[in-house]
């Protein structure tokens, strides 16, 4: 929610991870704490990281790996007869043969033992999967579905008991283990802090911080405030706004990457909301916004950008931020149905998946840079998410929907973006923009296949014949 905060550390390089002694039952359980890979992750959303078809295709080409082995094995036996029948002539080819014949035979059975094991993994992931599809349609009331789900459940478990115990630990494990890195960052951060007063200090604050976040993180994953859901509407009218517009920044032309969407955003200056009208070659006209994050810590100042609208649009109300936005792309000259590609940090990343949710536009695309909320946009939608696990902001969340959610080709990008402890945290390094921007660049060099529906968009508006540039300040009053 928050926008740009001071760049640079506010504490020496001793408050890092790794200069700090931790003892005692509190460095115990920082230690045992699993911990988050600190590289980027992309997947399909939902409480599964991984892609079930592709386990399943892996699976398939060990199994013709097998096939293949068998093949030559059954090959081999011919020379292998000759050769025993010249044994005293060609015995060490023989020899050879016969080792060659068996490691063949081991290397084809570990095949078929990694099919088997990857299959096995698909089957519970799918299992997970549907176990979360199946609470969203009880909770919709869609009872067919939900029967239908339930009975594919069912045949799976049965014929899979292994799996279905496994589908089980893995959703536990994603419940406790979600926050796994805001709690590490938040118990070492006490410690670097109450170090300063003293040890037992130090093992108390750390502690004290560790447990308050696993219980924040709880309460968020339990409560759900974060997750929208796919007839989530705001509530309320926002009250009067003044647009005024400002000159854009310089980047000319359709964005083809997510790096050239971060050099788009506002928010460093005046400019609250950039918005880009498409002229596409059958005459049709698309639309992209970009909106800034939160700008002024105030409750109900001059900029809509700020704390106020944090909380009503948190608590499912309209903001004038919100209305500042709409009011921007009406002036920009979009209308109810015309395509949107909404982009947005923060605050701006709620407005643009309340965008989506509202049903004003045909939005397209939702691509949100550390977005407190977790938006089901239905399957009409692009929705590509980026957030920090370090990140408190986009903890807010609380981790995501258990299902995924968004068009075919929708995924969430996650990674630990500073590992920094101490008292630099307050300044939430993880949920900067330029942070995103890091992350943003490591998905666009990336080589997963998931990435090319995001990039399609940028193509289709690359095809452009026109693009209008406005770029929107904005007061209350």
Same mark, same amino acid.
């Given at each position: 929610?928050?926008?740009?905060?001071?760049?640079?550390?506010?504490?020496?390089?001793?408050?890092?991870?790794?200069?700090?002694?931790?003892?005692?039952?509190?460095?115990?359980?920082?230690?045992?704490?699993?911990?988050?890979?600190?590289?980027?992750?992309?997947?399909?959303?939902?409480?599964?990281?991984?892609?079930?078809?592709?386990?399943?295709?892996?699976?398939?080409?060990?199994?013709?790996?097998?096939?293949?082995?068998?093949?030559?094995?059954?090959?081999?036996?011919?020379?292998?007869? !000759?050769?025993?029948?010249?044994? @005293?002539?060609?015995?060490? =080819?023989? #020899?050879?043969?016969?080792?060659?014949?068996?490691?063949?035979? @081991?290397? $084809?059975?570990?095949?078929?033992?990694?099919?088997?094991?990857?299959?096995?993994?698909?089957? =519970?992931?799918?299992?997970?999967?549907?176990?979360?599809?199946?609470?969203?349609?009880?909770?919709?009331?869609?009872?067919?579905?939900?029967?239908?789900?339930? @009975?594919?459940?069912?045949?799976?478990?049965?014929?899979?008991?292994?799996?279905?115990?496994?589908?089980?630990?893995?959703?536990?494990?994603?419940?406790?283990?979600?926050?796994?890195?805001?709690?590490?960052?938040?118990?070492? #951060?006490?410690?670097?802090?109450?170090?300063?007063?003293?040890?037992?200090?130090?093992?108390?604050?750390?502690?004290?911080?560790?447990?308050?976040?696993?219980?924040?993180?709880?309460?968020?994953?339990?409560?759900?405030?974060?997750?929208?859901?796919?007839?989530?509407?705001?509530?309320?009218?926002?009250?009067?706004?003044?647009?005024?517009?400002?000159?854009?920044?310089?980047?000319?032309?359709?964005?083809?990457?997510?790096?050239?969407?971060?050099?788009?955003?506002?928010?460093?200056?005046?400019?609250? !909301?950039?918005?880009?009208?498409?002229?596409?070659?059958?005459?049709?006209?698309?639309?992209?916004?970009?909106?800034? $994050?939160?700008?002024?810590?105030?409750?109900?100042?001059?900029?809509?950008?700020?704390?106020?609208?944090?909380?009503?649009?948190?608590?499912?109300?309209?903001?004038?931020?919100?209305?500042?936005?709409?009011?921007?792309?009406?002036?920009?000259?979009?209308?109810?149905?015309?395509?949107?590609?909404?982009?947005?940090?923060?605050?701006?990343?709620? &407005?643009?998946?309340?965008?989506?949710?509202?049903?004003?536009?045909?939005?397209?695309?939702?691509?949100?840079?550390?977005?407190?909320?977790? %938006?089901?946009?239905?399957?009409?939608?692009? #929705?590509?998410?980026?957030?920090?696990?370090?990140?408190?902001?986009?903890?807010? =969340?609380?981790?995501?929907?258990?299902?995924?959610?968004?068009?075919?080709?929708?995924?969430? %990008?996650?990674?630990?973006?500073?590992?920094?402890?101490?008292?630099?945290?307050?300044?939430?390094?993880?949920?900067?923009? &330029?942070?995103?921007?890091?992350? %943003?660049?490591? &998905?666009?060099?990336?080589?997963?296949?998931?990435?090319?529906?995001?990039?399609?968009?940028?193509?289709?508006? #690359?095809?452009?014949?026109?693009?209008?540039?406005?770029?929107?300040? %904005?007061?209350?009053?």
């Amino acid at each position: 929610m928050s926008g740009e905060l001071p760049e640079g550390d506010l504490v020496p390089d001793a408050g890092r991870k790794g200069d700090v002694d931790v003892g005692g039952s509190l460095s115990e359980m920082v230690e045992a704490w699993p911990r988050v890979g600190t590289g980027l992750e992309i997947r399909g959303g939902g409480a599964v990281a991984v892609d079930t078809g592709s386990l399943r295709r892996t699976a398939a080409l060990f199994v013709a790996a097998e096939a293949e082995l068998d093949a030559v094995c059954r090959r081999l036996g011919t020379p292998q007869g !000759v050769l025993l029948s010249l044994r @005293e002539q060609a015995w060490d =080819a023989f #020899s050879s043969t016969t080792v060659l014949f068996q490691r063949l035979v @081991e290397v $084809g059975a570990e095949a078929e033992s990694i099919a088997a094991a990857l299959r096995e993994a698909a089957i =519970a992931y799918e299992l997970v999967e549907l176990n979360a599809e199946h609470r969203v349609a009880v909770m919709a009331g869609d009872h067919a579905r939900a029967a239908a789900i339930d @009975e594919r459940m069912t045949h799976l478990s049965e014929q899979h008991p292994d799996a279905w115990g496994k589908a089980l630990g893995l959703e536990f494990d994603r419940a406790v283990n979600w926050p796994g890195e805001l709690v590490r960052q938040a118990a070492e #951060s006490g410690l670097v802090v109450g170090s300063e007063v003293g040890g037992p200090a130090g093992v108390g604050i750390g502690a004290a911080m560790g447990l308050g976040t696993i219980a924040g993180a709880a309460v968020l994953g339990i409560g759900g405030q974060g997750l929208l859901s796919r007839d989530a509407r705001l509530t309320g009218q926002a009250g009067p706004v003044t647009l005024t517009t400002v000159r854009p920044v310089a980047v000319a032309g359709a964005p083809q990457s997510l790096a050239a969407v971060v050099q788009r955003m506002p928010g460093a200056g005046e400019s609250r !909301v950039r918005v880009e009208r498409y002229t596409m070659p059958d005459g049709s006209k698309q639309f992209a916004v970009y909106i800034a $994050g939160m700008q002024s810590f105030a409750y109900g100042g001059n900029d809509p950008w700020d704390n106020r609208a944090n909380h009503e649009l948190f608590t499912g109300r309209e903001s004038e931020s919100f209305a500042a936005t709409k009011q921007a792309l009406a002036d920009a000259g979009a209308e109810p149905g015309d395509v949107v590609h909404a982009f947005g940090h923060s605050q701006g990343a709620m &407005i643009g998946s309340h965008l989506a949710l509202e049903g004003d536009y045909d939005a397209r695309t939702l691509v949100t840079f550390g977005s407190p909320v977790a %938006a089901d946009v239905g399957t009409s939608t692009l #929705s590509v998410t980026l957030r920090h696990t370090d990140d408190p902001v986009a903890a807010l =969340a609380g981790g995501g929907h258990n299902a995924p959610v968004g068009a075919p080709g929708s995924f969430v %990008a996650e990674r630990v973006a500073d590992t920094g402890i101490g008292l630099e945290d307050a300044g939430v390094p993880g949920h900067r923009m &330029i942070a995103y921007a890091e992350t %943003a660049a490591l &998905i666009d060099a990336s080589t997963d296949p998931r990435v090319d529906g995001l990039r399609e968009v940028f193509d289709e508006l #690359s095809a452009a014949e026109s693009v209008e540039v406005t770029e929107y300040a %904005a007061t209350r009053g």
